[in-house]
DNA sequence: GTCTATAAGAAGATAGAC
DNA sequence: GTCTATCTTCTTATAGAC
């Protein structure tokens, strides 16, 4: 009842200093200061600072992957999926997109643990591994999946989809690099998104049937 | 005669390994050993790590901003560059589209300075201003100025030259990360750059006259 | 589970011989 | 300019009292 749960308050403060400072930039001792004891005690919940990092991505990891399988973001998007989208109008897009774009953007899970994978890619696999599929091909295939049935459907221009993905995507990632860089931006980059995703609609659904 | 130049040798062997491991993971003597000497004899050469670190960004900053200067990356396109431009067609607009990619991924330099700058930008502000600018606003300042001589000279279609710079670019962004984190992803992102470009020419020349 | 104390080693930097 | 030797501090991790 006094404390919530320290082996994760553990993690949650490790994860915040390793975001910015990266794996070898924190201290065990700074962990510990951060979660008010001393380092000492933090060897009772966790082996040592490699274990503590390995957790985070672990945990991480796993919680990513029971979300994409529900979104059927791994390979092929459903049936049930398609027939969601079909209804989906210019409109929703825009929406919907800036509403993704906003939650990888300010869910602060999110944006620490995208910042430490960030870091600690060109050294670690496993970070490589993840920072790759979670912000690079899932998006990619997920967002390629509903512009083949808008293709199909004669919504969308029949252009290539993975292309059409990656444009559609990559801005949003180039603005989160940023913001996560600079979130002075945020604001501006927020309203960028808009006239990207309305420009994008104009370009690839010009003509066609909303 | 029988030393290039330890001095600028160390700022080399210092970026190899920052480049992967970041600053924090990198000790003097591993610099020193990677340039073959002991880690003493450093000191006569820089006052310390740190040091080391300042002069790689120094270096690199004063070299892009010359290579900017002269492009005129800084701010509007000059009259110069904006006829240079004006003869451009379709097929010329891939192929530079590709060569600057190319230059971005292969050049050794290049890339290890970009990996330091991602690993380094969150606790440095330094890093994180010339990561900006190098990777973000300055590529989109420039194509913007090179899209609105296109838009003005009725080659591309009339839209917001910005958001148009920005989808050229940021699949570019993109790809560059991912080659980055996974250099076996090269081949397929190359072809895909390819990909890229052909269908940005098709939705935004279109109909114009090339 | 948290603390103090402490071991054992790594790391940045300096002094001084050659 | 490079070396060996050394200093000091930081860092990970363990032992054992409470």
Redesign the pocket.
Known sequence: ME?KD??QIILDEALDLFAVNGYDG?????I?NAV??????????Y????DIFDCILEKTAERYNEMAGRLGIDGNISERDAAQYSGMSTETLVETGTALFMYFLHDDYARKFRRMLTIEQYKNEAASKLYTEQYMDSPIVYQSSIFKVFIEQGKMKNVDAKVAAVHFYSPMFLMLCLCDSCPEHEPSALEFIRQHITQFSKLYMEGKIL
């Open positions: 404390k320290t082996k924190v201290a065990v001792a700074d510990a008010g004891i001393k380092a000492s005690s933090l060897y009772k919940h082996k040592g600072k490699q």
